[in-house]
């Protein structure tokens, strides 16, 4: 529903945004397998904004705090919708993933 507003506002922004949602919210389930749960929960944990963010600035050779800055000075001067829709999308969305993936299998 989230990606689906943001690509009437920014297609590209959505599209990047689903490569990293869709493929998990698809194939990843609750299981009785220890191994297949802690295998998920590493990947999504692998594909949340914190992880993404240090991972890029690592990359980069930047600070993140940069990062953030850049993102804020893109919000408030530009009318950039990338810092909100990583804040109250695409991070609910990874926290809700693995709570998903950890609830009991019946």
């Known amino acids: 529903m989230a990606l689906s507003s943001v690509s ?14 869709v493929p998990p919210a698809l ?3 609750p299981t009785h397998s ?3 749960n802690a295998l998920q929960q590493f990947t999504l944990f692998a594909l949340s904004p914190p992880v993404l963010l240090l991972l890029a600035c690592r990359l980069l050779e930047t ?19 990338t810092f909100p829709i990583i804040c ?4 609910p969305m990874s926290i809700a993933a693995m709570y998903m993936v950890n609830l009991p299998v019946e």
């Open 27 to 29: 194939f990843f389930r």
């Open 88 to 91: 109250f999308g695409y991070y």
């Open 34 to 36: 220890l191994v297949l």
């Open 63 to 81: 600070d993140p705090l940069q990062v953030f800055s850049h993102l804020l000075y893109g919000y408030q001067i530009l009318s950039s919708w």
């Open 8 to 21: 009437l506002v920014n297609f590209s922004l959505a599209f990047f945004t689903a490569l990293l949602v």
